[in-house]
């Protein structure tokens, strides 16, 4: 009797110890937990625990282990240039672990968001101007694109001798742009004339000389708060980013 009742205790305390594995590979268990791992980082990234997802894991953890079993037989974990990748590897994880925890003590507001929002807009301008522009090398060369256009020369033929590749194939033609998208000197220049007015003067930028000319203006068009949000708050969050690891630069003793 008592044999029978030990070799049921056995019998039990083996099918638990089965219970919290998925699978054994040439006598290595996989633990249940490591299924379980995996299952809660997929289900952050937006997937269901289904009993298909946890199939496809268990298929790839028994094959994971095949691999490292490969691994150990070869010492590949030993050879240096391996030690040295998993180093890196293992930096790389910690240090991003580090940022994440840094950006859970005091997250991205609304708020922040939303001043930012506003901030991008002033910066902008309230106007946006479609422009076109030549770009030479001297005052000379643009007093002289200057004079041809005012007795009738063609932008698309001046502009071919534009400095700038971008528009110069396009009669000189930018963007749609706020005042705050070009350097100070060309932005200037362009806010103080009308629609269809032209540049008297060439204007030097660190770039060259610039003959100007806007074709129209209209109110600043921007996309609404719900749509660039995400990518506000990217932006915000690798300022605060890059502001916490120059301040960990700061307060570490380098000798």
Known sequence: MLRVLAFSAALVASTAVFA???????????????EDAWVEQLKKQGQQDTPQLREQIKDQLIQREIFMQEVGKRGIAERPDVKFQLDVQRQNALIQALMRDELAKSPITDEQIKAAYEEQKKATGAKEYKVRHILVESEVEAKDVTAQLKKGGKWEDLAKKSKDP????????????????????FSDAMVKLDKGQMTDAPVQ???GWHVIKVDDIRDAQFPPLEQVAPQIREALQQRKMAAFAEQLRKNAKVQ
């Open 20 to 34: 919290q594995n998925i699978a054994t590979v040439n006598g290595k268990p996989i633990a249940k937990a490591r």
């Open 166 to 185: 971008g528009s110069a194939q396009r009669g000189g033609e930018l963007e749609w742009a706020g005042a705050g998208a070009y350097v100070k000197p």
């Open 205 to 207: 930028s660190q770039f």
